[in-house]
């Protein structure tokens, strides 16, 4: 259930039509990311164009490219048939597109709106309600990228791209027209980047991926918070009447050590929850087993002096943040069975049932540091943990974490398809 566009067309010089995109993406500001055959196009952080080079015969290629622009928005849907337009004018090119909001058709961003857009958001709105209110699920996820993390689940509310929403708060919203949840639901609702635009490209990051962590802790700290505060501050600069996320920028800036800016008379931007799943605990898929993390928690990857990956995760902004580290191996036949070789040092061993999986843990010491060690079995699937402790009183808190790990056994692939269409 999405709106997009794609289009094809015939060319003989590859080099010329590749040029040619660099550089109209360059004239336009758009983020630019070529390969050996494709060009993919950032015109806003959830809208991509991905463009595709294919030879068919010596001096024959065709290039094509598809856009999915929702839950982006009609904005997004406009810039990037302005995009392939120009291109194709300015290659000579005739091309062949399917629009499935007609944009390219009527060149009519009024009439796309409100004949594709608004009743696609009204159609994917009253699933959750429905389903909701039917008692079918007790939180749902909606624009959400299941490979990413998810937020803590909250009975009654849906997750989003853009927030979360209790049913309540969602109906009375609907009740006020469907253009006017628009505003707080696309990325991109207007022809142009506005306020609106800039105020949600924000809210997006600080719901989605901001860790509200200083940008001392990491390059990546650094750019999601600069990125927050540059769009944030230009929709402030555009429209002090639009309505602000204040608490979410007040604290960014009292984590950054930043002065705010004068927010005198600026209306305030409510959620019934604080903007930001990382301001909560999440829950980190690794293979089959579910990690519940506080959202602070950062990510990375290193490889050891043997050349095996170790997955840690912690807030380097706390020198007393515990370490956790993981590994897992999968049996190529049979389930997975407890590794005995480095438990040995292992004390005070316990087991509990991890979902449908068994967790093994202890406790050692390393260095003068309180370690635990855990493994979970579930299925063929083997997991290792380690985890660093700088300070006894941190046990509690650990092992409740640990004792919210959830393992799932693979289950049998089955299909179900709903097609929801808000076309007559």
């Known amino acids: 259930m999405s709106i997009g566009l794609s289009f094809e067309a015939q060319i003989q010089d590859v080099s010329e039509a590749r040029e040619e995109v660099m550089d109209l993406a360059e004239q336009w500001n758009i983020a630019a990311f070529p390969d050996e055959n494709s060009v993919s196009l950032s015109f806003c952080p959830i809208g991509i164009l991905e463009i595709q080079f ?7 290629w065709i ?31 005739e091309i062949l597109f399917d629009d499935e909001a007609e944009y390219m058709d009527y060149h009519d961003f009024k009439k796309m709106a409100e004949d594709h857009f608004y009743p696609w958001l009204e159609t994917l709105m009253t699933i959750p309600i429905h389903q909701l209110e039917e008692e079918e699920y007790t939180s749902l996820c909606l624009c959400w990228d299941l490979n990413e993390y998810m937020p803590r689940e909250i009975p009654g509310t849906i997750i989003t791209h853009m927030g979360r929403f209790s049913i309540t708060a969602l109906t009375e919203k609907l009740e006020d027209g469907i253009e006017a949840f628009a505003d707080q639901f696309f990325l991109w609702k207007n022809p142009i980047k506005d306020a609106l635009y800039y105020r949600n ?18 390059e990546l700290d650094r750019q999601i918070n600069g990125f927050i505060f540059f769009h944030l501050e230009q929709a402030l600069m555009m429209d002090r009447a639009l309505p602000f996320p204040i608490e979410a920028y007040y604290k960014l800036c009292q984590l950054d050590g930043k002065d705010p800016l004068d927010l005198t008379g600026v209306p305030e931007l409510r959620y019934e929850t604080k903007i930001g799943y990382r301001r909560d605990q999440i829950t980190q898929d690794f293979g089959n087993v579910k990690f519940i993390f506080p959202g602070k928690y950062k990510y990375e990857y290193k490889q050891t002096e043997q050349g095996r990956g170790i997955n840690l995760w912690t807030d380097e ?45 202890g406790w050692y010491s390393s260095n003068d540091e309180l370690q635990l060690a855990a493994q979970i079995i579930c299925g063929a699937q083997l997991t290792l943990v380690t985890v660093t402790l700088h300070d006894e009183e941190q046990r509690d808190s650990v092992l409740e974490l640990l004792h919210g790990i959830r393992a799932l056994l693979p289950k049998e692939e089955v299909r179900q398809q709903a097609t929801y269409s808000s076309r007559q």
């Open 54 to 60: 294919e030879q068919e015969e010596a001096n024959h």
């Open 63 to 93: 290039m094509s490219g598809e856009c999915v622009t929702t839950p982006a928005g009609p904005g997004l849907h406009k810039v990037v048939a302005d995009f392939i337009e120009t291109l194709a004018d300015r290659l000579d090119l």
């Open 201 to 218: 490209c924000a809210l997006n990051e600080l719901w989605e991926h901001c860790y509200f962590a200083p940008s001392s802790r990491s």
């Open 317 to 361: 902004s706390d020198p007393l943040c515990p370490l956790w580290q993981i590994t897992g191996f999968s049996r190529n036949q049979g389930d997975a069975v407890f590794f005995d070789q480095g438990f040995e040092k292992v004390r005070d061993i316990e087991e509990f049932q991890a979902g449908e999986g068994i967790c093994r843990y």
